[in-house]
């Protein structure tokens, strides 16, 4: 198995919208929706995609719905160990929540339903699929729920940082690697200065 190089920069999100244009996938799988940042970037790359997105936090839920151009469900992805989980948002931010809970904060927790994506998908995409993650330091536990699901994604992109924000738990850079290595074309962090992640031989979308 080849371990990812690492090597550090800055995505042009233009860039990268051109990048992801050239791929054609038909299908969009976002695990975190959030504030949806990234969203404008993904329709104009890919108007004709079908788009099938995760979101536990009930308030990023709601709002993601009156402009999200596919399936919204409202459940946290898990590798499959548990029902519920509780999750935490900060307060006064209702756009993102995670599983991790930050040290001496006022996080206010969630209790939610659980999925994996191998649950969900009993039926695989058919096509080109992008896997999206932007799931606040649960990447590893997704990946380890999504091995079937995996056989159909041809590129997984994950905003993560290494940094835990003072939340106990948080994922390592190794734990990130142990999870994907091998098992897909590149991941990288979009929208700041971080680290990207590339399978060797295989091209990058653009670096500024």
């Known amino acids: 198995m080849n371990k990812p190089r690492l090597t550090r920069g800055v995505i042009r999100l233009d860039g ?3 990048w992801l244009g050239e791929q054609q996938f038909t299908t969009v799988v976002q695990v975190g929706i959030g504030r949806g940042l990234e969203l404008p970037i993904l329709r104009k790359a890919m108007p004709a995609a079908a788009f099938i997105g995760f979101e536990a936090l009930p308030e990023a839920a709601a709002l993601a719905a009156l402009t999200y151009p ?4 409202p459940m946290a992805v898990t590798d499959g160990s548990q029902d519920k989980v509780t999750i935490w948002r900060r307060e006064g931010r209702t756009d993102a929540s995670s599983l991790y809970p930050r040290e001496n904060k006022c996080d206010i927790p969630y209790e939610v339903a659980t999925t994996t994506l191998d649950t969900y998908f009993q039926v695989l995409p058919v096509g080109r699929t992008l ?6 330091g649960s990447e590893p536990s997704i990946i380890k729920g999504a091995t079937k699901f995996l ?3 041809d590129v997984i992109v994950t905003e993560v940082s290494f940094t835990s924000g003072n939340r106990p738990g948080w994922p390592t850079r190794d734990a990130l690697y142990e999870a994907i290595a091998g098992r897909f074309v590149f991941a990288f962090h979009t929208l700041r200065v971080g680290d990207v992640l590339v399978r060797p ?3 990058s979308p653009p670096q500024g």
């Open 16 to 18: 990268l919208s051109e």
């Open 131 to 136: 896997l999206w993650l932007d799931a606040e």
């Open 70 to 73: 596919g399936t919204i469900v």
């Open 151 to 153: 056989a159909c994604v």
């Open 201 to 203: 031989n295989e091209k």
